[in-house]
């Protein structure tokens, strides 16, 4: 069995075909999917999709491009999801800071960072966290709450080896996704470097599909493949992948 951590199946990209591409999913082994939600906009697709069929699991958070002039609205909103019902929940996500296209919100993505944080530690939950181009200010914030543990996983990894380990020593698992696949993108040089129980698997659907569907519309279906890259950089049976893998995102979501 597989799980795909990360997929936003529930946007209109899948409306057409949504029974297929779970179909796909299950075809290939990937028999849980975790939904984690973007803003105000998607949290009512996203729950309808989780009552419609079974093995996806929904998160709840505000995504750190989502944080704009309305921020605090709308984190209220999204906190009011959560607490009504937390036990729907098997995570706070996806959360984190972007500063790749646009700066303007720097300091409200910290606090809204900051504040879905503190919202995992008092509902036990773990953590989803998207960071691009911000691993310095990731850093920052992990210091200011100064916690000796922490419980999450750093979505579609893309900071460096170092950073990726000192993250591990902190609790936090790591993200791999269809980047894994591409050829120059450095990800499996940083994969063969740390150990397979602190990764878990993904799709980021419907984004960066896994080679020999890059370019195209990602969907769950494709995290057969990540485990397949990873079966060859680890030089283990697509069994063992796919056992780890599971295990290690069983207990981290508490699936």
Known sequence: MLIDTHSHIYEKDFEQDIVQVMERASANGVKKILLPNVDCSTVEPLLLLCDKFEGLYPMMGLHPTSVNANWEEDLGNIRKVLFENPSRFCAVGEVGLDLYWDKTFVEEQIEALRQQMMWSFELSLPISIHIRKAFDELFAVLKSINRKTYNGVLHCFGGDVN???????????????????????????????????????????????????????????????????????????????????????????NL
């Open 163 to 253: 950073q990726a380990k000192r993250l591990i020593e902190m609790g936090f698992k790591i993200g791999i996704g269809g980047v894994l696949t591409f050829k120059n993108a450095h990800l499996a040089e940083l994969v063969a470097q740390i150990d397979i129980d602190d990764i878990v698997l993904e799709t980021d659907s419907p984004y960066l599909a896994p080679v020999p569907f890059r370019g195209k519309r990602n969907e769950s279906s494709y995290v057969l493949n990540i485990a397949e890259k990873l079966s060859e950089i680890k030089n283990i049976s697509l069994e063992e992948v796919a056992e780890r893998t599971t295990e290690t995102a069983t207990q981290l979501f």
